[in-house]
């Protein structure tokens, strides 16, 4: 069904967020 799809992509999204997050404060903290 469509809403399966919708929160797996949701889902995706988010950890991206995370990741993209995580990288950020990985550089910030590498100055």
Do not use: G
């Not at 992509?9 to 991206?16: L, T």
Request: no cysteine; hydrophobic share 40%.
């Amino acid at each position: 069904p469509q809403e399966v799809e919708v929160s797996m992509e949701f889902e995706k999204a988010q950890n991206q967020l995370v990741i993209d997050l995580a990288t950020e404060l990985r550089q910030v903290s590498d100055y």
